[in-house]
């Protein structure tokens, strides 16, 4: 069973920094991929980044030169550096992973992040 567990979340104001971290269960080189989603109220839960096993990274186009995505194999965590955060940026932001050989995703408990006018 693999558990995510995100933190770093918050409340900053606009322009400002966040950094999240995603850790995991078991070493990361267990999988395919391991991504950041948010989801604001009212809003479905989208793509923010994600990091592909070979070191493969993608980001959504509204957090493209602000957000970075970057993985610690040593520590099994994933992180997001979120800076010129706006206000649009608020919402509950959730790691998602896939294992090698499996079909399912496993998501942790997400993070609040509140961008502040």
């Known amino acids: 069973q693999v558990q995510l567990v995100e933190s770093g979340g918050g409340l900053v104001q606009a322009g400002g920094s966040l950094r999240l971290s995603c850790a995991a269960s078991?070493?990361?080189?267990?999988?395919?991929?391991m991504a950041w989603y948010r989801q604001a109220p009212g809003k479905q839960r989208e793509l923010v980044a994600q990091?592909?096993?070979?070191?493969?990274?993608q980001y959504a186009d509204f957090v493209k030169g602000r957000f970075t995505i970057s993985r610690d194999d040593a520590k099994n965590t994933v992180a997001l550096q979120m800076n010129s955060l706006k206000p649009e940026d608020t919402a509950v932001y959730y790691c998602?992973?896939?294992?090698?050989?499996?079909?399912?995703?496993?998501w942790g408990q997400g993070t609040q992040v509140t961008v502040s006018s």
């Open positions: 998602k992973a896939r294992r090698f050989g499996e079909l399912r995703d496993y």
């Open positions: 990091i592909i096993h070979g070191g493969t990274i």
């Open positions: 078991g070493s990361i080189f267990s999988f395919n991929f």
